[in-house]
């Protein structure tokens, strides 16, 4: 439990400057191309930090919404700029072309609700980002529902830290595993029910 502590002492040290915001800024942009930065992580930990009183809720929800509508567009714009390349690999034969289309048919179907789910699944943004570029989504339609899912996941993720710094204001170490501990359970909630749903559609068509 020692070095536990030690690291969320460090964490706090650390999350408490200004310059925390810029972080979670960065961060937030870059998980959603590259899905192995940890940006709900440092959103939480923001999140702490102003429940604690060293920063603010406010700014931290703002540098986790606009990080992550930037990134969602950045994701949008790389796929649709190798759109061409990727539809004609795709598609040389019957069983990609097939595959390509149920692709198009799902966003098509639940696109809007799979935009704001998928920002909450580590890797599940990027892809559907990226897909959505590639298959030539209507960006007005787009930049919509992204920034709904970005307005979701950073009043959740900063709030979720928020509360538990504010419920162990003298005890970070407990308000930072809370906080993660019911981050990961949701996480793992919304696996579930994305697993459930496929077995139950796959029965449906089978």
């Not at 502590?5 to 810029?22: H, R």
């Not at 992550?68 to 994701?75: E, M, V």
């Not at 993660?180 to 994305?194: C, H, K, L, N, Q």
Request: charged share 20%; with cysteine; net charge positive.
């Amino acid at each position: 439990m020692g070095i536990v502590n030690d690291v969320m002492d460090w964490v706090k040290d650390f999350s408490s400057s200004p310059w925390f915001y810029a972080i979670i800024f960065v961060i937030a942009v870059l998980d959603s191309i590259f899905p192995i930065v940890p940006s709900e992580t440092l959103v939480i930990v923001g999140g702490v930090a102003a429940g604690a009183g060293d920063l603010s809720i406010v700014g931290v929800i703002a540098a986790g919404l606009s990080g992550a509508f930037i990134g969602d567009n950045l994701s949008y714009t790389i796929g649709r700029e190798a759109s061409d390349r990727v539809v004609r690999r795709q598609t040389r034969t019957e069983k990609g072309r097939a595959r390509f289309e149920r692709i198009v048919a799902q966003i098509h179907e639940r696109g809007g609700l799979l935009l704001v789910t998928a920002r909450f699944v580590p890797g599940g943004r990027t892809l559907l980002t990226l897909s959505c570029g590639i298959t030539r989504q209507p960006r007005r339609w787009f930049v919509g529902w992204v920034l709904i899912a970005a307005v979701v996941w950073s009043h959740y993720a900063a709030l979720l830290g928020f509360l538990g710094g504010k419920s162990f204001e003298d005890d970070h170490t407990t308000a930072f595993l809370v906080a993660f501990s019911v981050a990961f359970g949701v996480t793992i909630v919304i696996e579930v029910a994305r697993y459930v749903l496929k077995r139950a559609r796959y029965r449906r068509g089978s």
